[in-house]
Every structure is written in structure tokens, then in C-alpha cells.
């Protein structure tokens, strides 16, 4: 039997961001920076999605790239990857993110795989929600990844951490990046 419908990979990262956007967009919100949705193809075969995002827009300033792809669990953890001028913000919107039950995290993040490989080959800033995927592969690429598996109340929460996030990131008076070079190699 092949894979089902995909409701939690990745139908649930698509319908969080997605919708996410559209409480922006409904609440009629005019943000200082743009706020870009984009929906990945092949991360799994090649990241092929990525990669054609990387070259088309290499040479614009992104304030951070971040990724919903594990499912639908509750958000609990806030992480990031800025430069160190920017922790504040950051922290204030962990401040926000406290009323959803969502914990401050490092400044290490490793946000999911398109977003990480965008981080790390172009060093863009990132924020990451960190999910409970406890159950997330009990299910994936499985026949029974169907809706049924996925909790309104925990999908709720994730859309309304996502669109805060969004929203006080692309209002930041502060630039996330440019991140500071990586150390040089060794010989």
C-alpha cells in the first residue's frame, strides 16, 4: 500500500503557514517588511525547491527563513539564529510567544531541512518553532497520515505562534542578519 495523503507530512506545515498569512491578510496588517509564504517541492529527493529559491533570491536581504515540517503538534519552543543585535527583538517576541505556551530557546537553531540549507549556504538569519513530533513518525509516509491524526486545538496554536512570529520579525526595527562570517577552517 504507498503513502497516504500526506495531512501531517506535509499537509499540516502548508495549512499552519498558509493560514498563518491569512490572519495577516485578514486583519488587514500592513507589515514593515515583506512576508513571503513559500511552499518547497523534492526536500526529501534533492531539495530542489530550495535550491531554486536560493538562486532566484540569493541577492535579497531576507530578515529570517524558517520552516513548518513536522506535522501538527504543539509548538513549545522558540529558537533563532541572528546576529547578536537582535537577541532583544527576538526575546520580546518569545515574550509573546510565552501567553501560547511557547519556551525561549538558544540561539542555535536548526530550523527544518529547506530552511536550514538556505541558513547555512546563503547565512540568512533563522527562527524556528520547535514542535512536538513525538508521534509525527508513527504516521509519516504511511497509509494512515490522514486528517484524523491531526488536533484542531494543537493546529490552532501552531497557526497563531507562526503568524505572532511573522508578524513581530517583519516589524523589527532591527535587521536579523547579516549573520557574523563562520570561523575559517582549519588547515
Known amino acids: 500500500m504507498g503513502p497516504g495523503p500526506g495531512a501531517l507530512d506535509d499537509g499540516a506545515g502548508v495549512g499552519i503557514v ?3 498569512a491569512k490572519l495577516m491578510l485578514e486583519a488587514n496588517l500592513k507589515p514593515r517588511r515583506t512576508v513571503r509564504v513559500v511552499l518547497f517541492a523534492n526536500e526529501e529527493n534533492g531539495f530542489d525547491g530550495a535550491l531554486a529559491y536560493a538562486e532566484q ?5 531576507h530578515q529570517f527563513v524558517g520552516e513548518s515540517d513536522l506535522g501538527a503538534g504543539l509548538v513549545y519552543r522558540l529558537q533563532s ?3 547578536p543585535e537582535a537577541l532583544g527583538i527576538v526575546a520580546q517576541i518569545g515574550q509573546q510567544l510565552a501567553t501560547l505556551g511557547i519556551a525561549p530557546g538558544s540561539n542555535e537553531a536548526t ?7 538556505l541558513m547555512r549556504r546563503l547565512n540568512w538569519p533563522a527562527l524556528e518553532l520547535s ?3 513525538s508521534d509525527y513518525f508513527d504516521w509519516h509516509h504511511a497509509p494512515n497520515d490522514t486528517l ?7 493546529l490552532s496554536q501552531a497557526v497563531a505562534a507562526w503568524a505572532v ?3 513581530l520579525a517583519a516589524q523589527s526595527p532591527l535587521p536579523f542578519g547579516p549573520m557574523p562570517a563562520a570561523p575559517a577552517a582549519k588547515p
Open 131 to 133: 514542535q512536538d513530533g
Open 148 to 154: 484524523d491524526k491531526i488536533d484542531p486545538a494543537k
Open 165 to 167: 512570529m511573522a508578524w
Open 111 to 117: 530550523p527544518g531541512p529547506d530552511a536550514a540549507l
Open 81 to 83: 539564529r541572528v546576529r
Open 57 to 61: 533570491y540569493k541577492a535579497q536581504v
Open 18 to 20: 498558509t493560514a498563518a
